[in-house]
């Protein structure tokens, strides 16, 4: 007989069938009752074993963890909590899971802190935290594939391994095949790259936003979906070594463009995760809850993660410029009261104190800021008017700080030119970037989205490193 997911059997299974079903034992009650799960869905199929029909030596190792697959009739539960559930009729074990060694692990059933659950990271998805987080990402990653490919958009596949390390965004990794303790050397005693595997220094991709500008400027209309890696030493919740980006990058699209771009593409995402990951969601809402109660009252979300999902779908987010912001936080308490570690005035970059108060306490939605001071964004960014400021956008979340960081791209050959001189970025280094201002240059935008930041946005999960599956950080790049 065919195996009959979970999902199919709770969901479309009919009284009076029989089913086969395959998967991990989460617990067995009174020798009765096996909890079992197979990962296609949050739930647990109940399986009901008459004890007195099967052999004691066989029940006894249907153990939490153990792996088994049960046959039987599908019946009304006597039970609250589902409505079907299977009268087992044969079980036959496809894996032991010894009980004293579960004992120590993530499957045994009880709270486990987030920082155990790291550490065990290779059987975390066991749980169902972490099943829901990572069926959420899932559902996330196919919903952004499904936005842009409805809207024309095309996906590029832009390089991992990259020779330009121009875009300033951070620190790279390198990458060589050289001996590290014999490298070849130049007469100098440097390190002679020729001979490296590409016969030049190359690093890891930070962003492939400008090769997708090369893609837009031909197919109008591109996005890229990768991994993105960035050496910080900054050990924080919010960043990872490796991370996933997401990056439109659109033909004649302007700064406004842009803006409405991002916010249709966010607002599509957490709409889709409001209306395909229901049973994901409400488990992770109630968890949610259950550790709010834990905390003082202050420090308690005024919203729950459904309501702040809901929330987010359903109000326009505010946009104001930099200098606006700036003005803002000047007049606002904490700025007055001296609150603030870090001074602000026109011309600092955002630190995440003052983004969290914009953010949190004066507009309590998202915001937009564009129009920031040309020094302190990429050199890529359009000159303004103003000559001071660049045509930038940062969209902050509640909870998370800067999710996308955008900008309209700078077409004017000799500004771009100028720019880069004053970045000390050098021709030879990027002249294919250059080209394409030469040959039918036009305004062009694009903006990238961090993967994981808006996975912890619709999951609510406070913690960067529990939203990708194995998470690279500092000194760690375990599994
Ligand atoms: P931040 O100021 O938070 O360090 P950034 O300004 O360096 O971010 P960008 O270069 O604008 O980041 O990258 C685009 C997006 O990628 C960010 O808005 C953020 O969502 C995400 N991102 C950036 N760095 C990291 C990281 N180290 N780990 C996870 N996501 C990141
Ligand atoms: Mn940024």
Redesign the pocket.
Known sequence: MKRSKVIEVLTDGSVGSKVVVKGWVRAFRSNRFIQLNDGSTIKNIQAVVDFENFDEALLKRITTGSAIAVTGELVESQGAGQAVEIQVEGIEILGDANPDEVQRTVMQPKRHSLEFLREQAHLRFRTNTFGAVFRIRHAVAYAIHKFFNDRGFYYLHTPIVTGSDAEG??EMFRVTTLDPINPPLNEDGSVNYKEDFFGKPVNLTV?GQLEAELGALALGQVYTFGPTF?A?NSNTS???AE?W?IEPEVAFNDLKDNMDLTESFLKYIVDYVLENCKDDLAFLNEREANEQKTKPQNERNEMSLIERLEFVSKNDFKRLTYTEAIDLLLQSKPYKKGQFKFDVKWGIDLQSEHERYLVEKEFNCPVILTDYPAEIKAFYMRQNDDGKTVAAMDVLFPGI?????GSQREERFDVLKEKCKAFDIHEEEIWWYLETRKFGTVPHAGF???F??MIMFVTGMTN?RDVIPFPRTPQNAEF
């Open positions: 965004a951070g962003s960035r910080e919010r960043h990872l991370f980006m700080g800067e999710i996308v960081g990238g989205l961090g994981e930041r960067i």
